[in-house]
């Protein structure tokens, strides 16, 4: 059947169930259900129908369930659904919609409505204001992003909410306020990465709660605590690394939990957890290290909490990873590396001379692995001058510098020459832009500690020198470190009289980026770079 004739259904009074689906019909007239006062059911899904005329259900007073789900409606005309008072049952699903203005229609007594499987972006306000006896939602499998906070509001007697496999990155406070019948809340498989405390307030009898297959990266014990009666809790396939002391006995209160298959990081911070396990509770056995290597697959409950230690950051070196000579070749592309170490691993920026700062979440010109492996292309004269590296975590921070040479990289593609003076210019941003975050890092990172120290390493001028010096300082807050261009924290350090300071060398002073003739001449086979490092504790 490709088209439901007018008043083909006419003599039909008696009729209870009409099934119309698997066919090929396209479009539902205004007279196609004339005459059928006592018809309960309709189904019309896994049909063609791309449009729905005006009062097409006019005549339908009894209707009670709907469905036009597998079908490719996109919209649904104002006036479509005009008459069905009594629909309790609205199925929706698998069409084209991108909206749910479908809807904003009256349907008081509607209890049970399915929009998922199709490509709606959005929950604006008061949604379902006009459906207050909702009991089952279903908008999973869209392409949902924002939820108004007012999306549900009035729906006191929903019980079961389905927004899992869309894409979803957080939730509004308050966003389920009100909804006190509700008992099945799925989340499963969205974009969430932050919970806030008040996201879960007014669930009062929620009792299975799915937040799997998101991006949450701590555990939210704040929100759940606002959630007195959850009986099943699935956590499994986020990014959470640690577990608060307090969670222990969130989870422990729990009937069914699910925490597997988190990057869980067994260090000093999962010590208090550790502390008040007792090897009685299934999630115990859930939580498998993945960080630091030498725990890798082991169980929580298995190491000692004497065990579990955290390492300051530490920047093992930041350099050019490449061989290329630059100075007599052109190249397009700079490969740098900041390899770091530390308990918990540390994350690592990567501040540029034009002030730009690189993660590995980065993208464009310059991009970041996770290794730490800096790549920049279409490399120009600009990107000349000081790089800082900075490697924070939980236990600590450090920063090291690197000064690449304007020699070692190509011109700026422009119609007009770049002078000297220019260049400078770049250099003495780069320099400013340094001096603004070791005041930061000194003034946020140090103002709590007694003393800061520092690493200063000055590579060799030329090929002939391979020794590099180590030196180390102990600077006290009340005698803050002039901290301009590496070459004068260097000299700093050394009239400090530190016993600890060799001496250098002419040779082994750190090159000013923004003098030129403190770099190597053209006979140098590779380009000339500086490191210093700091470690802040």
Known sequence: MKVI???????????VELHLYNNEISSIPQSAFVNLPKLQELFLYSNQIRNIETLAFSNLPQLQVLRLDGNKLETIDRGSFKGLGNLQELQLQNNLFVSIQTVQYQFPVLTHLYLNNNSITGIPDDAFSRQPKLVTLHLHSNRISTLSTTAFKELTQLNTLYLYNNHLTKLPEHLFTGLSDLRDLRLDNNLISDIFLNSFTGMSNLSFFSLSENKITSFPIGALSKIPSISALDLQNNQMQVLPLSAYDKLASISTVNIENNPWHCDCRMVPFRQVMTGSRSFENQITCQEPSSFIGKKLKNISPEDLICEDPTIVRFERSDDVQLVHVQ??????VCEVSGIPTPDIIVYLPSGQNVTFESGGRVTMGVDGTITIRDVTTADAGLYICIAKSSAGSTYALLSVGPSSLPPIQQSQSVSNSEIAGWSLFGLLLLAVILFCIRFFWCKEVPTCTCTCRCPPASPDNTTCTNTRSEVRDDTPLKETTPKEICEQLQSNNDPTIQSLTSQDQIADSSDHSAWP??????????YTSYDNQ
């Open 521 to 530: 001449s053209s006979e140098f086979s590779g380009p000339r770079e500086s």
């Open 5 to 15: 004739v007018s008043n083909t259904f006419a003599n039909q009074q008696q009729l």
């Open 331 to 336: 190249v397009e592309t700079l490969h740098l």
